[in-house]
């Protein structure tokens, strides 16, 4: 499978400034937006339970409570510090995508949920990231979100943020564009990106999906790419991303379909091949059922 050399996340510190009105949050391993207008502002995703607290601290720190909290999409590394972000700011709308509250009350995902964030805040330990509180031990309520679909917008204040319903990734999931700035908040659309090997291509609802959905947002030429982990990517390394993104994906695409052995065996390779480094903060279960997916929409 082609990788190509992997994109280089541009260096920040935690908040850090990438833009007036744009700031990069959390850490490396879950990476939260805020983009601030005049009158209003909007955190982009809420990380998990270990990292809310060291968010709320560095909001503490721009002198911000954010007006939006943004969930890109109800996987437990986007939703599960919801609920303490909701409680230190219970006035913030709290906004989701289309399918996503249907998503969160099937059983098999509050259950993953919780399993997700114990493990998840358990890594961040083992990497010297203390935790700010425990894990959660129930999944995140998104009673009284707004659902939004794509191309509507929001006016922070002299600072529009555009939503994008994009599919090939996740049910529920919103992007958000700020075109004055020619900024990205991509989530995980393109992949995880591994800084050592390049993208883990992640299309879990459908590959024809996932590819259109890479087209789509590299035709808005965005300067900053903000990514979910590991950093954003500015510029010509912004550029090549979607480059490395579509290739890691047509690459494992055409090898799966390729490939006659069973589902299991094949599981088994690219989890041996994946399984590492920053993408070890995820449960081996979830990573199994990430492969396993990844096959099906290949071969279906």
Not at 220 to 246: M, N, S
Request: charged fraction near 25%; aromatic fraction near 8%.
């Amino acid at each position: 499978m082609a990788m190509g050399r992997p994109s280089q996340a541009t260096a920040v510190s935690f908040p850090g400034r990438l833009d007036e009105g744009l700031w990069v949050l959390g850490n490396s391993f879950f990476t939260l937006y805020l983009v601030r207008g005049k009158t209003a502002s909007a955190l982009i995703d809420t990380g998990i339970s270990a990292t809310a607290d060291g968010v709320i601290d560095q909001l503490g720190k721009l002198g911000v409570k954010p007006d939006y909290l943004i969930v890109t999409h109800p996987h437990p590394d986007h939703i599960n510090g919801l609920p303490a972000l909701r409680e230190r700011y219970p006035d913030a709308r709290v906004v989701i995508g289309p399918g996503a509250p249907e998503f969160l009350s099937h059983p098999k995902t509050a259950a993953a949920l919780v399993a997700e964030d114990r493990f998840m805040s358990e890594f961040l330990q083992s990497q010297g990231i203390r935790p700010g509180r425990p894990p959660i031990d129930r999944p995140p309520s998104v009673d009284g979100a707004e659902v939004a679909g794509g191309d509507e917008t929001i006016d922070l204040g002299g600072l529009a943020v555009r939503f994008l319903h994009v599919g090939g990734h996740a049910i529920g999931n919103i992007l958000v564009h700020v075109p004055s700035l020619g900024a990205l908040m991509a989530s995980d659309s393109l992949g995880f990106r591994i800084p050592r090997i390049g993208f883990f291509p992640i299309f879990f609802t459908g590959y024809a999906d996932y590819m259109a959905a890479i087209d789509r947002l590299e035709a808005l030429e965005p300067r900053i790419l903000c990514l979910a982990h590991q950093g954003p990517l500015v510029g010509q390394d912004a550029r090549k991303a979607f480059q490395d993104a579509r290739e890691a994906a047509r690459s494992l695409y055409e090898e799966i379909r390729n490939d006659p052995r069973d589902e299991d065996t094949i599981i088994n390779d690219l989890c041996a091949r994946f399984y590492r480094d920053e993408l070890a903060l995820y449960t081996p279960e979830n990573i199994i059922g990430c492969c396993r997916l990844v096959i099906r929409r290949s071969r279906a």
